[in-house]
Structure formats: C-alpha cells, structure tokens
C-alpha cells in the first residue's frame, strides 16, 4: 500500500478504486432521485418521461404525506430535547466526574445500539401498552429516545474529551464554581458537538421505523411507516418523492453538521491561553 502511495500510477490507482466504490455505495441514492421525477405510474427507472406531479401530490388535498411529515418533525423535535439532556448529563458524569464503575455505566448507555432494535421496539411496546400510551407523540419520542441518546452520548464526550480541562482548571483557580465554569468555558467550547449531538438525534428521531410502527396507532402515522404502508399496501410513486426530500435533507443536515464543527473549531484557541490565565491566577504574575 505504502509503495502504491508513493508513486504516481499508484496514486491514480487508489483514486481510481475509492471513487468506483464511492459511486457503487452513492448509486442506489442516484436512482432514487432520478426515478423521482419519472413519468411512469409504476416508478420505472430509467424513467421514460419526466414530472414533478409527485412531488406535488404530496400535498394534494387529501394527502397522508403532511400529517406525517409533521408528527415525524414533532416526535423528533422532543426526542432531541430528551436525547440532550440525557447525553449532556451523562457525558459530563463519564468524562468530567470520578464515576464508580465508569466501564459498566459507559456500557449501559451505549446498549441500545448494540440491541436489535425490532427487541427494543417490543420491549417499548409491552411498557407503553397497559400505561395506554400507544399512539401518543410523546411515548413514541420517548422510545426513540433510546436509540437517539446513546448517539448523541458518544458525541458529546468526544467533544468533553477535546476540550483542554486546563482552562476549567484555570478559572476555578481563580474563584469561579462550577455553573461558572460550566455556562462560560465547557458550555460555548461544547457548542458544536452538542449541535451535531441535537442534529443527529433528530436524523435518528426522524427516520426510525421499528419503534414507530409498534407505538404508532392508526390515527398517529409517522413518515417511516407511512412510506412503509405506501409500499406495502398500495403503488404510490410519492414514495420517491419523499425519498428524494428525505435523502435531501440528511445531506443538508450533515453539511450543516460539518459547517458548525469548522465554524467552531477554533473557540478553543481564541479564549486567553492557559499560560497567561495561570500567571495572572498565580502569585507573582508567574505561570503554574
């Protein structure tokens, strides 16, 4: 591999090999969009002629396709809020705190990814079912929920782990508690993980099925499963329209995501550096 590396055909060759397999893993995603403005009834690709009639029969009178797209921004919308609070307080115990049996408490929180989620969707369902919450916005948050947090657990304690405990370290040298430390220093160098950890946990939210389909009830449908009974039960070529909306938005989401680390990724090295903060912290103006 070195050697292919360090000569010019070998660099054309791995160029060459990573953007063939780029193109096979983006392919699926081209013909969804492609078969998207197709003609045909059936949703034939490639398409013989091109509209955008289904895209407009989204929001048809009469149309499944908003209630659903609406109830799956609202279940997300509060599974981010509990998937934040849970992942801030958690991260902050794991990285920041002397934890007994931090190993096995890391291990729990990360267990409903490693779980199949059709299990987790069961066991949700059996808890929700004599409550008689099956249906209701806030159970089905509540159940992504558990496959959200973890996700946004792991990103928020990559963020705690890159940011250097001197400068809290610092500011508690000079008389500063710990909400302090927290609302002025951790916090704002936090931000942008914990935006990444909000918009990851609302793609999780958004696109998850198992869990939705077994809280759902007939009057609360989420997008996944409404695309899921578009299939199932009748031909509707607005399934490619939604798609292509969908595949659209987690493209933005993750530029965002991208754009929020790059516009954060100097926070850190913009606040007054440790040094200078310790000498003025210090008796004498000397650095500790």
Partial sequence: MMELRSSLVGRIVLTAIATVILLFLALPIVVILVTSFSGNA?????????????????????????????????????????????????????????????????????????????????????????????????????????????????????TLRGIDERLEDAAASMGAGRLTIARRITFPLAAPGMIAAAIFSFITSFDEFYISQFLSSVETVTLPVQVYNSLTFEIDPSVTAVSAILIAFAVLALGLVALVRWLGSGRQDSLISVENTTAIAAPGGEAV
């Fill in 42 to 158: 059936f949703a034939s690709f490639p398409p013989d002629e091109w509209t955008l009639n289904w895209y407009k029969a989204l929001f048809a009178d009469g149309s499944k396709w908003p209630a659903a797209l609406s109830l799956s921004a609202l279940v997300a919308a509060l599974s981010t809020v509990f998937s934040l609070i849970i992942a801030v307080t958690a991260a902050t115990a794991l990285v920041r705190s002397e934890l007994p049996l931090r190993s096995a408490v890391f291990a729990l929180v990360l267990g409903p990814l490693v779980i199949p989620q059709i299990v987790t969707a069961l066991g949700l369902f059996l808890l929700f079912e004599p409550a008689a919450m099956l249906g209701s916005p806030l159970a089905i948050a509540l159940g992504h929920t558990v496959l959200a947090a973890p996700i946004a657990v792991l990103i928020l304690i990559a």
